[in-house]
Antibody, heavy 116, light 107 residues
Framework: EVQPVESGGGLVQPGGSLRLSCAASGFTFSSYWMSWVRQAPGKGLEWVANIKQDGSEKYYVDSVKGRFTISRDNAKNSLFLQMNSLRAEDTAVYYC?????????WGQGTLVTVSS | DIQMTQSPSSLSASVGDRVTITCQASQDTSNHLNWYQQKPGKAPKLLIYDASNLETGVPSRFSGSGSGTDFTFTISSLQPEDFATYYCQQYHSLPRTFGPGTKVAIK
């Protein structure tokens, strides 16, 4: 079964940092683009970033450029999102999803709360 | 950025009803359009990809159509398990963008 599993969420103060992880199983991780999509409480879905199979291409939504970094470790079937300079508006459930365009499989999400 | 709009933002319907949701893109997206279903507390689920292709395992009562800037999502006969929020999403260009969602509630 294809199953991404996110971890690393939690409560962080404004200006702080957090690193999210996504452990992938059930598919050949190194063959797929991967993405992060977030959802603020009670709001809609927002694509955050994606990364090519070999990590050579990375793209971000404007609101996180320069603050967030997406990366991957194909040897460990893992996807990461390093989040720095966090703001209250970054509070959301962060989903790891397989694909860079069509998000066919999603994890269960991990909640990031930015608050003092 | 391509902006996505959906209408209606919410609707009430009964089991067995035919439900139609529209999605409009601010620019031509060809057929690079997906539809997702999300239930409370759960991750989204892909239902339709490339505007009109039914994802494997998804019931045939779900369908999609359209191209360019105007798209339609239809549930031919609403079932109890279909009460959820539905999102369209374009992948014609970066950043990938979602519509604001349509909440389908029980009448």
């Amino acid at each position: 079964e294809v199953q991404p599993v996110e971890s690393g969420g939690g409560l962080v103060q404004p200006g702080g940092s957090l690193r999210l992880s996504c452990a992938a199983s059930g598919f050949t991780f190194s063959s797929y683009w991967m993405s992060w999509v977030r959802q603020a409480p009670g709001k809609g879905l927002e694509w955050v970033a994606n990364i090519k199979q070999d990590g050579s291409e990375k793209y971000y939504v404007d609101s996180v450029k320069g603050r967030f970094t997406i990366s991957r470790d194909n040897a460990k079937n893992s996807l990461f999102l390093q989040m720095n300079s966090l703001r209250a508006e970054d509070t959301a459930v962060y989903y790891c999803a397989r694909g860079g365009s069509t998000f066919r499989y999603w994890g269960q999400g991990t909640l990031v709360t930015v608050s003092s | 950025d391509i902006q996505m709009t959906q209408s209606p933002s919410s609707l009430s319907a009964s089991v067995g009803d035919r439900v139609t949701i529209t999605c409009q893109a601010s620019q031509d997206t060809s057929n690079h359009l997906n539809w997702y279903q999300q239930k409370p507390g759960k991750a989204p689920k892909l239902l339709i990809y490339d505007a009109s292709n039914l994802e494997t395992g998804v019931p045939s009562r779900f369908s999609g159509s359209g191209s360019g800037t105007d798209f339609t999502f239809t549930i031919s006969s609403l079932q109890p398990e279909d009460f959820a929020t539905y999102y369209c999403q374009q992948y014609h260009s970066l950043p990938r963008t979602f519509g604001p969602g349509t909440k389908v509630a029980i009448k």
